[in-house]
């Protein structure tokens, strides 16, 4: 059967096709569908991790009892994955274990673009890299194999447009894949220095092995064509040059680490001019210049931003289309949905003037205009340790006007962790906790506050009130976010508190309730054009030469805007 | 094209759905992982006897699809200089412009049309608001579309049926029929 499918789908429905029995996730954009699709299976046991590092240790748990298992990662996601990644690189598994990890040239939702085929050699692990949906279905399927033969972990790598993007894939069958016998194996699977010695010995010849083996891979491949140009490439910049130059010579690498070095020496001796075309760093271009080979690659590529087709008929064949983009257009960033529950304690924040270190999720955005709500944005759970960090700085003065802010899902994540320190090093940091029930930013995935898990089986939702005063915290307090002289009271006073404290602003995310809300009104007489409303950056809201107007096809009906009039200009429905 | 919330994705899975039915070889490309609304969206649907990359580039494009006007202005250089254009003519502002910071345009449909003189512009939204649900408003561009090519409506009511979600298969083809059966300037 054929069917267009996602590469995130496509890459689940290897993992059914490969017989894998568990998968494992935390949600990032552009990773977080895999998980989803891969739930969708009644054979296989998904779940959502509370972070990347407890994914990965599930899935050498299960690769290690005999059941192979697929973990998958946005590429910020391995770094908080590396430890374990670091070091099942050298007890290699029972039966097969693969990571997927996307990578996001161009940032379109992440907070840096990192290139991720480092980490496979930096961990010595191998690594495939699928150029469309069919390829991401048989890679996994070859991965799962690769891993079993060689006793390895295996990496996969995404960019978006290969995990974003649908394409026509041939479907199979489940392979019948028993559990492997689980033996108690100390020299191979406990880690300390005399057996890790001996296994590090055992990655290098495991690495040199699947190097060899890699010049006979079938995923690795020549296609000859014209020779006045050869290219090197894998992922999607192959199929960009693939549309840019569908003339010329490809040497298309399925593998990305090791490289198969004889299979490039002799592609480099057939053709007359060798291009490396790759997104981000010269990984492929830096090993293949090492053996000698003269080749083009980043002297006229970006290492920033995707590349595209056009990129790379000018920069090769020097044909340029003339386009020219309609200048002075006003940007359209994302912004806070209507009716978000993050506005009402931005716009309460904002009014006492007070500082905050940010963290990841829909309320990064609150640190665009108008709300410019947060100061900063590192990465998950880096607000509290922040915020610790510049009481310990600046002292209790500054912190005094200063609030950690970080999402419920973040916050299991890796914001616990910081909490803890502030309570052990006596900090008197204040943390906002934004719990809007869900994982808003990558497209409502349940977490352990939510009471579900991603089969939709309902269990009992963590306690954060009960968590936080475990820890030490005497003082927490529940708001409504939407209750805006409530917030500026307890804000003023946990800030002022010469001890740890928790405010949890507590509204579910505006998308999460599917009922439809009636829009507010504005009355013209009333209002005096005082702007006050549009502090609020909702953009429902318009500011029209004749006066506020409400968009009635967008707003929500919260009635935030409602609470801030002074006038009494904007009324609900019925009142 | 469109602002987040529109239905851009939906759109073009019904039309990766209509060309693998009429046996192309399809690629799109998704913008996925911002939940919140009002980001400008983009979705490429490429189809042919075999398809490389997934992406449209720019003075590349057949047809621009836009949902909102002046993310058609935003995109019109992704067109070929033959490309057609059909265009939901809703201006939707985005918070630059609420703010104060930018204006929205007032001269879009000429600066359009300087780009690609063939523009179509449709009151997409208004027909779905008759129809009681303006989320529908992204299928009568679609039936519009659908008209422009010249084709027959039965190949895409299929691949309608079986991208949406059951429950609004109803409107949503009566939908694609205002879109397909209107007067067209
Ligand atoms: S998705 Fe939910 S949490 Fe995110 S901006 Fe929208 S309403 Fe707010
Ligand atoms: S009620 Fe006011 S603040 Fe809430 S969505 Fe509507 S316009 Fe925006």
């Given at each position: 059967m054929k069917k267009l499918m996602l590469g995130n789908e496509a890459i689940a429905r290897g993992a059914y096709e490969a017989g894998v029995r568990v998968a494992t996730a935390y949600p990032g954009t552009p990773s977080t569908e895999i998980t989803e699709f891969a739930a969708q299976y009644d054979e296989i046991y998904a779940e959502w991790s509370p972070n990347e590092k407890v994914a990965l240790e599930v899935a050498i748990g299960a690769s290690f009892a005999g059941a192979r298992a697929m973990v998958a990662m946005k590429h910020v996601g391995l770094n908080v994955a590396a430890d374990p990644l670091f070091t099942v690189s050298y007890t290699g598994v029972n039966a097969g274990l693969v990571i997927v990890v996307a990578d996001d040239p161009g940032m379109h939702s992440s907070q840096n673009e990192q290139d991720s085929r480092y980490y496979a050699r930096a961990a010595q692990v191998p690594m495939l890299e699928p150029s469309d949906s069919q390829e991401a279905l048989d890679f996994v399927k070859l991965a799962f194999d690769l891993s079993e033969e060689y006793d390895t972990p295996v990496l996969i790598r995404l960019t978006t447009r290969v995990a974003h993007s649908q394409s026509i894939v041939a479907l199979g069958q489940r392979a019948d894949v028993p559990l492997k016998e689980y033996r108690k194996l100390p020299e191979k699977n406990v880690m300390m220095p005399a057996m890790a010695r001996k296994r590090h010995g055992e990655v290098e010849r495991r690495m040199k092995a699947l190097a060899q083996a890699a010049n006979d891979l079938w995923i690795n491949r020549i296609e000859m064509g014209d020779t006045s140009i050869g290219i090197i490439a894998s992922g999607i910049a192959y199929q960009y040059a693939k549309e840019a130059l569908p003339n010329a010579s490809f040497l298309k690498l399925g593998m990305v680490n090791p490289l198969p070095r004889k299979l490039v020496e002799s592609f480099a001796r057939k053709v007359e001019k060798l291009y490396v075309i790759e997104e981000l760093e010269p990984v492929l271009e830096e090993q293949i210049k090492s053996w000698g080979i003269a080749a083009i690659g980043k002297e006229i590529f970006p290492v920033q931003g995707e590349l595209s087709a056009n990129m790379i008929a000018e920069r090769i064949a020097g044909k340029a289309l003339d386009v020219r983009p309609a200048q002075d257009l006003p940007p359209r960033p994302p912004v806070m949905c209507p009716g978000c529950p993050h506005r009402g304690i931005y716009y309460v924040m904002q009014k006492l003037r007070l500082h905050a270190t940010g963290d990841i999720?829909?309320?990064?955005?609150?640190?665009?205009?108008?709300?410019?709500?947060?100061?900063t944005c590192v990465c998950m759970g880096a607000s509290v340790g922040m915020a610790h960090g510049m009481e310990k700085a600046r002292g209790r003065d500054f912190s005094s006007k200063l609030v950690a802010v970080i999402g419920d899902s973040t916050f299991i994540h890796s914001g616990i962790t910081g909490l803890i320190d502030v309570v052990y090093n006596q900090g008197a940091s204040t943390v906002v906790i934004l719990d809007n029930?869900?994982?808003?930013?990558?497209g409502h995935q349940d977490h352990?506050?939510?009471?579900?898990?991603?089969?939709g089986d309902l269990v009992p939702p963590l306690n954060l009130i009960n968590l936080i005063k475990a820890i030490g915290i005497r003082h927490v307090r529940v708001v409504d976010p939407f209750e805006l002289e409530e917030v500026e009271k307890v804000l003023k006073e946990e800030t002022q508190r010469e001890e740890p404290s928790v405010v949890i602003a507590q509204r579910p995310c505006a998308l999460l309730s599917k009922e439809s809300k009636i829009p507010v009104s504005i009355s013209e007489d009333a209002c005096r054009l005082c702007g006050v409303c549009l502090r609020l950056g909702c953009p429902a809201i318009e500011k029209k030469p004749g006066g506020m107007y409400i968009n009635q096809t967008l707003c929500n009906g919260c009635g935030l805007c409602v609470k801030v009039c002074k006038f009494g200009a904007l009324r609900r429905a019925g009142e | 094209m469109g602002v987040g919330g529109q239905g851009t994705l939906l759109a073009s899975r019904v039309l990766g759905r209509l060309f693998v039915d009429l046996g192309y070889d399809v690629k799109i490309s998704e913008v996925h992982g911002m939940a919140q609304r009002g980001g400008s969206v983009v979705t490429h649907v490429r189809y042919g006897t075999k398809v490389f990359s997934p992406l449209v580039e720019p003075g590349t494009a057949d047809i621009l699809l836009a949902f909102e006007k002046m993310e058609a202005l935003r995109w019109i250089h992704f067109l070929k200089p033959q490309g057609r254009a059909i265009i939901n003519s809703q201006e939707i502002e985005p918070m630059s412009v609420i703010m104060g910071e930018y204006e929205y345009p007032k001269d879009l449909e000429d600066r359009i049309r300087r780009a690609c003189a063939g523009a179509v512009f449709f009151d997409a939204l208004a027909v779905a608001e008759e129809l009681g649900n303006a989320k529908v408003a992204n299928m009568v561009l679609i039936g519009v579309l659908a008209r422009l090519l010249n084709t027959a409506p039965e190949a895409w009511e299929k691949a309608i049926n079986a991208v949406v979600p059951p429950k609004t298969v109803e409107i949503n083809l009566e939908a694609f029929h205002r879109g397909y059966n209107s007067e067209l300037s």
């Open positions: 999720g829909c309320y990064t955005l609150g640190a665009l205009p108008p709300l410019k709500a947060i100061d029930s869900t994982t808003g930013m990558t352990p506050g939510t009471g579900r898990t991603i089969k | -």
